[in-house]
T-cell receptor, first 114, second 115 residues
Framework: AQSVTQLGSHVSVSEGALVLLRCNYS??????LFWYVQYPNQGLQLLLK??????LVKGINGFEAEFKKSETSFHLTKPSAHMSDAAEYFC????????????FGGGTRLMVKP | EPEVTQTPSHQVTQMGQEVILRCVPI?????FYWYRQILGQKVEFLVS????????KSEIFDDQFSVERPDGSNFTLKIRSTKLEDSAMYFC???FGQGRTGELFFGEGSRLTVL
């Protein structure tokens, strides 16, 4: 079985500051991990994914995430926050079969202060 | 850019009424999904659909729910007799290929409010 925990339902940073959104997972099989972003009134959009290649994954809009097996983590970072990064971010893990079923974390709402 | 579209964006219904939520997946995609998010809770998997049949479903997807691909473009979720606890945002998603690494493309969601 798979599960995802996102620490912090709300994170607030100043524009230009480091963004760190935390994600821990558990999986009965080697995990495939995803970060999705949801801007207001829009659907979920893939930011990046880890599929057992490089442990440091780069995504769109300057975001990256590092897979750490020993810590069962897949935290999302961005060196410098921009106002347009304000959104809800979801970490997800793929199921243990081929069906693409995703198990999501609870989401983290990122607020960026000017 | 191709996208998944969902209608309606918001529906308000009375408890016990039937509701149909519609989705138009990306045209060359083969796998279709419904997820839902109750306000303040996680996004939860409901059902996946391939080759005109359900391939997986969660325990949430009970007999009150059904899915259908009535033609070559639409993918619908029907709730036969809505309950208060069905109030949620429902997301449709699609993908081309099977496999755990595939990217799901999500629609903007349909917000269902049951009174």
């Amino acid at each position: 079985a798979q599960s995802v925990t996102q620490l912090g339902s709300h994170v607030s940073v100043s524009e230009g500051a480091l963004v760190l959104l935390r994600c821990n997972y558990s999986s009965s099989v080697p995990p495939y991990l995803f970060w999705y972003v949801q801007y207001p009134n829009q659907g979920l959009q893939l930011l990046l994914k880890y599929t057992s290649a490089a442990t440091l994954v780069k995504g769109i809009n300057g975001f990256e995430a590092e897979f750490k097996k020993s810590e069962t983590s897949f935290h999302l970072t961005k060196p410098s926050a921009h106002m347009s990064d304000a959104a809800e971010y979801f970490c997800a893990v793929s199921g243990d079969n081929a069906g693409n079923m995703l198990t999501f974390g609870g989401g983290t709402r990122l607020m960026v202060k000017p | 850019e191709p996208e998944v579209t969902q209608t309606p964006s918001h529906q308000v219904t009375q408890m016990g009424q039937e509701v149909i939520l519609r989705c138009v997946p990306i045209s060359n995609h083969l796998y279709f999904y419904w997820y839902r998010q109750i306000l303040g809770q996680k996004v939860e998997f409901l059902v996946s659909f391939y080759n005109n049949e359900i391939s997986e479903k969660s325990e949430i997807f009970d007999d009150q729910f059904s899915v259908e691909r009535p033609d070559g473009s639409n993918f619908t979720l029907k709730i036969r007799s809505t309950k208060l606890e069905d109030s949620a945002m429902y997301f449709c998603a699609s993908t081309f290929g099977q496999g755990r690494t595939g990217e799901l493309f999500f629609g903007e969601g349909s917000r269902l409010t049951v009174l």
